[in-house]
């Protein structure tokens, strides 16, 4: 029986960490950063569990676990902070240094979060600190940030190979988050399922073909989609579909932790439904293959005629101020 003080309860995640915790025998008390009477709320917990938010957030949550002697925190960060580049090693390492990609806000907030992290923890060396990078996070009826992003962001390819991919199942991140609270795990540790699945298969499984393009034009359309808000993706996010970034799960899994749902089942499960949805990976990857070589050259003709209709565009504008001004 344990005392656990849990941040983003509400969230999907937070209620499953609960859920699972409760029926551990943890006496769960949900809070919120922003709470003005947080050291309060957090004096004789002993595990706190932060799930994430603003960085201002996390030093609000570090300053109060601090003033009231927590003496363990488990923090959820993101497989991002490793960045994905071209000579990532694969898999990753809990021992790889971070290196998020500068553009990529939520990797730099995430990494952010851990220096921050790692500075409390040299302040406070008798306390345990547990931190999470977990992979893509899916699940039936749930789409996060990250995976939405990085769905919309694979649509035109900006890449000759498709890298490598992880996706963990909520019930599974859960799980992590819990047996780290419950068996007071230390260090960094990273979550995600088995191995990982390959390029071409997420495209299989994902039931649609996908356009590869020159990495210029696809990065100068990945911009363009999101300034007109016709994808969730910042620019930023881009090198996380055309270089590797997948994290090995051997030191959690040492801790006592399995997963139960593979990266195919996790993908499968958090994937919109569509019409391919019933049909086999095998089926899907030839019909999506056969899709690709009927149309690929009219939507790649399409990318074109936009990206040079907005050049042409700019240069009609540019041309405009500058009449005007000489008048003026």
Do not use: C
Request: glycine share 10%; aromatic share 4%; charged share 20%.
């Amino acid at each position: 029986m344990f005392t656990l003080v849990l941040t983003g309860a509400g969230t999907d995640l937070g209620h499953r960490v609960a859920v699972r915790a409760r029926a551990g025998g943890a006496d769960v008390h949900p809070v919120t950063a922003s709470d003005p009477d947080l050291k309060s709320a957090l004096e004789g917990a002993d595990v706190v569990v932060h799930l994430g938010g603003s960085v201002d957030d996390a030093r609000q949550l570090l300053d109060a676990a601090g003033s009231a002697s927590v003496p363990q925190l488990v923090v959820l960060s993101s497989a991002t902070v490793y960045g994905a580049w071209a000579n990532n090693a694969v898999p990753l390492t809990e021992a790889v240094p971070l290196r998020p990609n500068p553009d990529f806000e939520p990797a730099v907030e995430a990494g952010e979060v851990e220096r921050l992290v790692s500075e409390w923890r040299d302040e406070h060396p008798a306390a345990r600190v547990a931190v999470l990078r977990a992979t893509t996070a899916v699940a039936e009826g749930y789409d996060s940030l990250l995976a939405r992003g990085l769905r919309a962001a694979a649509a035109p390819r900006a890449a000759e190979e498709e890298p490598a991919a992880q996706f963990i199942h909520l019930d599974d991140l859960a799980a992590a988050i819990e047996l780290a609270a419950r068996e007071h795990l230390d260090g960094a540790y990273n979550v995600a399922p088995d191995g990982w699945i390959q390029g071409e298969e997420v495209r299989a499984l994902a039931g649609g073909p996908r356009v590869r393009l020159p990495e210029r034009v696809g990065a100068r359309l990945t911009t363009l989609r999101w300034r007109l808000g016709l994808a969730p993706t910042p620019p930023g996010l881009l090198p996380y579909v055309t270089h590797p970034w997948v994290v090995a799960n051997d030191r959690l899994r040492a801790a006592g932790w399995e997963p139960t749902y593979s990266n195919e089942e996790a993908f499968v499960a958090g994937h919109r439904p569509g019409p391919l949805a019933t049909l086999s990976p095998r089926r899907r990857q030839e019909l999506a293959l056969g899709a690709a070589g009927v149309g690929v050259i009219g939507m790649l003709a399409g990318v074109i005629a936009l990206v040079r209709y907005l050049a042409g565009r700019s240069v009609r504008v540019t041309t405009a101020e500058r009449i005007e001004s000489s008048r003026t």
